[in-house]
Every structure is written in structure tokens, then in C-alpha cells.
């Protein structure tokens, strides 16, 4: 929901969303708990198995949000465990939604076991970025969505060919914007591998300012505009907890309240 306040363009009410669920059996990653986060966002992006996350995680993961109230989203990668789902695998479109159902079957039952829907699906990684500029994985993803999940949110960034086929196929759709990534002049988030540490207050700045002016500064130092109804922020980010912390205070401080996607976008 937004409110015309004279040239800007002001968010009055927004999602946050952090991806999780993202270890495997003993190994973790990053420095927070997620029950920690759990209780400080309204999505959640629940890794499906490939490019992390395991049976028992997604069981526990998935119970965590239904105590916190947290919507459950898939989050399917690439089938690529031992790089984290951020490197680029070729194959088909089919190919590449084929292991998307595989996934989200697998996670859509968890929530289904603990009383609860699938919120929304959102590609993970390379896979995510992959599908923002491929249109036949783009169509064919949300043809599936539309067969199998139809009240369930697509999230994406605005102006990629996967929000551009959820709207020509009337699919809800969820814009992102990502709070611990840079952005390029396309409007494209800067892929990385490693994060580092950002400035959780920065980055508290840098989201209040996107929410009250719908802009953020490329890394060229040129602004653009950035529409969205969720904020997302990644779990494996070092400082990950103090990020959301922050970044909850200064929404709230600027007038601006957190909610479900379901009270956002209809």
C-alpha cells in the first residue's frame, strides 16, 4: 500500500522476509539462530532440500513459523549443495521447474503437516537470478504456480521477466527489495557470494529510505527507483539478527508498519 505525499512515494505498511532453513544436517551457516529471526519477520523463505536444508530442518523450520505467525514460503534452488545454490546449472526449463515441484511438494507437505498453507514460492540464488532474465523459465514457473498454487505469492524483484509473467498470467505477485544487497542501475541486485559484515544502521537508513522515497543509490551512485511491498534480508549474513533489529526500529520510528504479505497484497 502506498501514499502519494507529493513527489515521493510513501510505503505506509510492508513485509519482511528472511530466508532460512538454510543448513544441512550438521553444518550451518552464518552467525544467527533462526528461531532468533523467527520472531522478527513476517515471510519466511524455507529452503527446500537442494541448495540447503534437510527433512528435519524443513519439519522444524517450518513448526518455528507457524508458533511465530510467519507465513511459509518455498525457497527451491538449484540442486547444488556444495555451492550453496549460487552457482548456475544448465539445463532446460522444464528441467529447471521440474526440480522446483520436487521441492516445493516437498515443502508444501511440512506445512501442511503442521496446520498451515503455502504462503508464496521464491527461487533461491542463481536460480532466482537466473529466472528474472530467462522468460520461457520465467512462464513456465508460473504456468506450474498457476496449476498447483494459485493463491500462492510469487516473489521477485519488479521489472524481471518472472514479475512481468506472474502479471500477464493475472499470478499474485510480491516485489522485493533486497535491504543487505547493492544494486546496479537496471535495478538488478549485485550477486555475491559473501556479504561480509554490512552496517546494520546503514542499512536501517538505506530501507527507510527506499520505503518513504521508493529510491536507493546504485552502486555507480546514481538513484533508481525501487518499488516493492516486501523487504528482504538473508539469514547467512554476518551480523543477520542486529540487521532486522535495526531495521525494525527505524520502520517503526519512520511510521511504518510490518505486516503479512496477505494484508499487502490481494
Known sequence: MRAEQGRKVALEVVDINCDLGEAFGRWHVGDTDDAALMGLISSANIAAGFHGGDPNLMDHTVRLAVEH??????HPGYHDLQGFGRRKINGTA???VNDIVYQVGALREFARRHGTNLQHVKPHGALYMEMAVNPELAQLFVTYMRTVAPNAYVFCMAGSATEKAAIEAGHPV???FYADRDYDESGSIVFTRDAGRPDPATIARKVVRACTEGRVTAVTGKD???PFESICFHSDTLGALDIVRHM???????GIRIAPISEIVR
Open 248 to 254: 525494525r526500529e527505524a520502520l517503526i520510528a519512520a
Open 94 to 96: 522444464r528441467e529447471l
Open 224 to 226: 533508481i527507483p525501487v
Open 174 to 176: 510480491v516485489r522485493e
Open 69 to 74: 505467525g510467519v507465513g511459509v514460503g518455498a
